[in-house]
């Protein structure tokens, strides 16, 4: 897009972005004079404040912002106080973004009045895929007119020239242009990406770098002149608002301050770039052309001179607030989960049998009927062949195109825009592929799915559901059967299930969407069909459409025989997925000498059941598929260990597949790889010993 600038900017508008730049100013000058009082580390806006005013007086109540660490002008612009940036400054418990959590200048907000901001991690680049996931939500929201809006929302993703080469924004602007979604991806350049230079960094900025992306449109503009930004910033939000297409602004921006409080200028930039940037400051250039308009002087001084106290003000009055309440620090990690108990028909009379892969599609296919707020993407699961494994077959045909959809080779977009699809109302129902293709999203897990919730006091909790196709068998190779529970259980603020039939599978998947938190389906591909010999049992009958089995609760799949136990030669085996099988086939071997108990979820975990029935037993075995050492199961082994230690009669040992690097394609080698019943047994014969 060319920038042919006409309107001219009111005067009111002037002076309220005067007024806001020397806020900025007074703001930054005190947190300097204060470093003992500052001690957390912190960015400002000096330099960006141009851009980022006049980026904000575009937007309406309606609209969606991710301004980065450095927006705090951002902030100020859409009406927010400095004395609540201050709070978040200073971590004070009324900090009304993060109540403590979290560095200055990272907001969410859901206030009515304002454009809403999602929770963003400090990772640079990364937000540009959930705020994606954001007007990718709002395009699905008007398609299927299931909400009304005063105004045509608009989502502005800010970001760092040098965070542009990042892999994860190169997903955002390709699925952007692709879907022609309304977004405009604001890219700051100051020319710095801490100390490194742009010429280190990158070959080109980030207005040459998208002319590649066919549907993205782009503009320049000077970001230390607010006439000049107000204006294209005026142009560029009509542009998305009218015409619901992505659009680049490259704004080029100067750093007056430090990259942070803790990367000081004077570590890395010498006298004369500091001299440039200064030249270019955006509170000058403004004053000289308020000046150059006829505005007084001193109406000027008295703006700036009124600003100063009014950051004083506010920021003695931040340094007073109180501190969170230690108590406090467990809060939020998830939400309340509505569904808490067993409820509706698992076995209805006269029900057929199903595979574990129909219970997932007919699960899908009843919440899109009954919530037209769900839909279903990621790769191969469109139309055409229904999934890799068929998991998904027959529903695009029911939901058309829009509802559940192919997506590119892009692991992190399809997992992280679920965090912007979910802030706008959406329930997003994803695949990776296999669990050995999970890794590129596992940044997009972390650092923003998992932290949102935590991060921004319950404000957006992440609700989503993402199905891991997962586990070996018949020679599926390296990179088609790994396990990847321990990973994913190390992740705090996320839900794990792991079904081992058709049943718990459909009860989850129904638990999972009615979750306001986000989950991870894992799904054995080797129960998918029950076509491994000995899988028979997942196939069960398909469950009544009211039924939902909650997150949390264990099951005792077969019972040791009474009589046995009070002797004390009985033993435990808790497992889950393909280890109930190997289990089930073990315990033939020892005439009600061996109970099992299938976990169906990892996090939640039922520990009060294992706990209980460990005691009962005095022995126990944790069967996994996953490599042993530093497992999930080592781990849930050390806790049995801990609370019931007194009433063990052997050691709580563990079993797994031996630790090599990946699953090994030849059958021969994935058989000794991984536990079967065989090697149980002779676990079990062992331990019975004791």
Not at 81 to 96: F, H, I, N
Not at 203 to 226: N, Q
Not at 502 to 517: E, Q
Request: glycine share 8%; hydrophobic share 35%.
């Amino acid at each position: 897009m060319e920038n042919t600038l006409h309107e001219k900017v009111s005067q009111d508008i002037l002076l309220k972005a005067y007024n806001h730049m020397m806020l900025a100013k007074a703001m930054a000058d005190i947190y300097e004079e204060n470093r003992n009082v500052c001690k957390y580390v912190h960015s400002t806006s000096r330099g960006h404040e141009a851009i980022q005013l006049a980026t904000a007086y575009q937007l309406k109540k309606e609209d969606w912002v991710s301004p980065y660490y450095r927006d705090e002008s951002i902030l100020l612009g859409i009406g927010f106080e400095p004395y609540q940036l201050m709070l978040q400054l200073l971590a004070k418990a009324d900090d009304p973004f993060s109540g403590g959590r979290s560095y200055y200048s990272h907001p969410s907000s859901r206030d009515e009045n304002k454009p809403k901001i999602i929770h963003q991690s400090s990772a640079t680049g990364m937000q540009t895929i959930p705020t994606t996931g954001v007007a990718q939500g709002i395009k699905y929201i008007q398609d299927f007119e299931l909400q009304d809006f005063e105004n045509n929302p608009v989502v502005v993703c800010s970001l760092g020239d040098n965070s542009v080469t990042e892999g994860e924004v190169s997903e955002a602007l390709q699925f952007a242009a692709l879907h022609q979604l309304p977004i405009i991806f604001l890219v700051q350049d100051n020319e710095w990406g801490i100390s490194v230079t742009k010429e280190e960094a990158r070959t080109c900025d980030a207005y040459d770098f998208v002319a590649g992306f066919t549907g993205l449109s782009r503009m320049r503009v000077d970001g230390t002149d607010f006439v000049e930004s107000f204006e294209v910033m005026k142009k560029a939000v009509d542009f998305v608002r009218t015409e619901r297409k992505p659009l680049v602004v490259c704004a080029k921006t100067v750093l007056i301050g430090h990259h942070t409080s803790g990367v000081r200028r004077e570590f890395y930039r010498d006298e004369e770039d500091l001299t440039k940037h200064r030249a270019k400051d955006p509170g000058n250039i403004l004053r000289n052309h308020l000046i150059e308009s006829g505005v007084d002087e001193e109406l000027l001084k008295q703006i700036t001179k009124k600003a100063r106290l009014e950051a004083e003000e506010a920021f003695e009055k931040a340094k007073n607030a109180e501190d969170p309440k230690p108590e406090s620090v467990m809060n939020h990690v998830f939400v309340p989960t509505p569904i808490t108990e067993e409820v509706g028909i698992r076995e209805p009379e006269g029900g057929e049998k199903i595979v574990m892969v129909d219970a997932a599609i007919h699960a899908i296919q009843e919440l899109m009927w009954k919530h037209p707020e769900a839909l279903l993407y990621g790769q191969d699961v469109g139309e055409r062949i229904g999934g890799v494994f068929r998991e998904t077959v027959t529903l695009g045909k029911k939901f058309g195109s829009k509802r559940v959809f192919n997506t590119a080779i892009q692991e992190a977009y399809i997992i992280g825009s679920t965090a912007g699809m979910s802030a706008v109302g959406l329930k997003p129902i994803v695949e990776v592929q296999f669990a050995d293709y999970i890794y590129p999203g596992i940044n997009q897990l972390i650092t923003e799915i998992s932290k949102s919730s935590y991060l921004s006091q319950g404000k957006f909790p992440v609700s989503n559901i993402i199905r891991v196709p997962i586990g070996a068998y018949g020679g599926g190779g390296p990179y088609h059967s790994g396990s990847v529970e321990s990973i994913l259980a190390n992740i705090k603020g996320i839900k794990i299930a792991y079904p081992s039939n058709a049943a718990d599978f459909k009860g989850l998947l129904k638990a999972a969407y009615y979750d306001p938190n986000p989950v991870v389906m894992l799904e054995h591909k080797g129960l998918y069909w029950s076509k491994v010999p000995g899988t028979e049992d997942a196939k069960t009958i398909e469950p009544a459409e009211d039924y939902i089995l909650p997150f949390g609760k264990g099951k005792v799949i077969i019972e040791a025989d009474k009589e046995e136990t009070e002797k004390g030669r009985t033993l435990l085996i808790v497992t889950y997925g393909m280890g109930v099988y190997w289990s089930k086939e073990a315990a033939k071997n020892f005439n009600g000498r061996v109970e099992v108990i299938d976990l169906r979820t990892l996090v939640p975990l039922d520990e009060e059941l294992v706990f209980e029935r460990v005691k009962t037993h005095g022995k126990c075995i944790v069967l996994t598929e996953e490599q042993l050492n530093n497992s999930f199961a080592e781990a849930f082994a050390h806790r049995i260990s801990k609370n019931c230690f007194k009433y063990l009669d052997a050691p709580v040992e563990t079993m797994g597949s031996l630790d090599v690097p990946a699953v090994p394609i030849n059958l021969v080698l994935e058989k000794e790889m991984l536990p079967n019943a065989e090697k149980l047994s002779n676990k079990i014969e062992d331990m019975l010993k004791y």
